[in-house]
């Protein structure tokens, strides 16, 4: 699936905690980590008078130094337990150089995590992890960060979660999910979700003489469509399962839901049993309204659980 990890660090505890998931994808793939540091140094203008290329330069190279000096450890730390390893250490601001070092290969896994800020119903992302996710075209497994200290993803992971809304876009995912699966030894549980009676209801009443004949709308009963929407689920569910034990030993399981709430509803059955989140930040859910990238953000800004994006 992947030509290599990609691992943004900052010299942080915190920035590490994505170091087990790299390794368990790039262990499981065969394929090398890269651990990745951004530096900076003085402005120009801030040096003064002189030899200001030559005091640049100097810096520059000090800078540089401390940066691979401050990944040194973890590589050797790796390299001991058998990966290929490789350091970038570039100049520039976090996000913009892991969005150029990533950029240069979108086969590349991004693992990064949160740096999250803990609240009382919530928390937000750091804005170096932010700007990566919504920037990158590459896939990225963003880990929350956890100032306790991380938990084994083998231990702590005991499925993979799959949210698919029937669209081609939202398949996608599939293959990733069926890969780090493999790589946890976990089964795969496949989320589809649909309007509840009260969304129907809803969109009916909407629905005004003035506004005249809504194209592809269905004026059936709500119970009419909620009994459609799972027969049709059950019918994708399964041929969606049955496409996926081709490849995948360790067992694939379905769950059809009628929820309004999308992100919500993937949250509480990810945390039913810790899982990974895997899905696309494209697609459409429901009754094509709500737009599944929409859905993605909300589940990463609001669960505690890491989450594997799929451009």
């Not at 801030?46 to 030899?51: M, P, S, T």
């Not at 049709?232 to 709430?261: C, F, K, P, S, W």
């Not at 059955?269 to 696309?280: D, G, H, K």
């Amino acid at each position: 699936m992947y030509s290599k990890v990609i691992v943004p660090l900052d010299g942080s505890d915190l920035s590490e905690q994505s170091l087990p998931y790299a390794e368990l994808v790039a262990k499981s793939l065969g394929v090398p980590i890269e651990l990745v540091q951004a530096y900076d140094i003085l402005p120009a203008g801030l040096l003064g008078a002189g030899n200001r290329q030559e005091v640049v330069s100097t810096l520059e190279e000090g800078s540089r130094a401390r940066a691979l000096v401050s990944m040194e450890s973890q590589r050797r730390r790796l390299e001991a337990d058998g990966y290929n390893v490789n350091l970038v250490a570039q100049r520039g601001a976090a996000a913009d150089v892991i969005v150029a070092v990533a950029g240069v290969d979108p086969t590349a896994l991004v693992v990064m995590s949160t740096h999250g800020r803990s609240g009382i119903s919530r928390w937000v992302m750091g804005s170096v992890t932010d700007k990566v996710l919504h920037t990158i075209p590459n896939p990225m497994l963003v880990v929350r960060a956890n100032v306790l200290g991380p938990a084994a993803p083998e231990a702590s992971l005991k499925s993979v979660v799959v949210p698919l809304d029937g669209s081609a876009l939202s398949e996608l995912a599939i293959p990733h999910a069926i890969s780090v699966a493999g790589a946890l030894s976990a089964g795969i549980s496949v989320l589809r979700i649909t309007p509840t009676a009260g969304h129907y209801r809803q969109q009916i009443n909407m629905v005004t003489p003035e506004m005249g004949t809504v194209p592809d709308f269905d004026m059936a009963e709500p119970d009419e469509l909620i009994a459609e929407d799972a027969q049709q689920a059950t019918e994708y569910l399964d041929d969606v399962r049955n496409r996926m034990r081709i490849d995948h030993a360790h067992g694939v399981a379905t769950d059809h839901q009628a929820n309004d709430n999308i992100a919500q509803t993937i949250i509480d059955r990810a945390n039913e049993q810790p899982s990974l989140v895997v899905m696309t930040t494209h697609g459409r859910s429901g009754m094509g309204r709500v737009v599944l990238g929409s859905v993605t953000d909300r589940v990463i800004r609001h669960s505690n659980l890491p989450v594997l994006v799929i451009r």
